[in-house]
């Protein structure tokens, strides 16, 4: 059973930090490619930023300069660090795994963020 399992959002005050986790089971964790991706409401959902197996990234430009994710492939597990949060980020936060070579695509239930003095 796959289960991705987000943690560290919260309310934080605009200008502040959050970092954000996504542990993974049920997977061959090196072999995907991981994300983070929120949606607001009433807003499509975003990609904020991705990692490739061998550690390539991409950010949204939202998030450049800002944003960094990382991974610890001998822990499973993804962040998201997120410094100079402004309002506009408020968000859900949702970890996503994807191997297109098998054509897998897996999502965790979400983080809520929200960036509000």
């Known amino acids: 059973q796959v289960q991705?399992?987000?943690?560290?959002?919260?309310?934080?005050?605009?200008g502040g930090s959050l970092r954000l986790s996504c542990a993974a089971s049920g997977i061959t964790f090196n072999l995907?490619?991981?994300g983070w991706y929120?949606?607001?409401p009433g807003k499509q959902r975003e990609l904020v930023a991705?990692?490739?197996k061998s550690?390539?990234?991409?950010?949204?430009d939202s998030?450049?300069?800002?944003f960094t994710i990382s991974r610890d492939n001998a822990k499973n597990t993804v962040y998201l660090q997120m410094n100079g949060l402004s309002p506009e980020d408020t968000a859900?936060?949702?970890c996503n795994a994807r191997n297109s070579v098998i054509r897998r695509d897996y999502w965790g239930q979400g983080t809520q963020?929200?960036?509000?003095?």
């Open 92 to 94: 859900v936060y949702l």
């Open 38 to 40: 929120r949606q607001a």
């Open 55 to 60: 550690g390539g990234t991409n950010t949204a």
């Open 113 to 117: 963020v929200t960036v509000s003095s």
């Open 50 to 52: 991705s990692i490739t």
């Open 4 to 14: 991705l399992v987000e943690s560290g959002g919260g309310l934080v005050q605009p």
């Open 63 to 66: 998030g450049t300069g800002r």
């Open 32 to 34: 995907y490619t991981m």
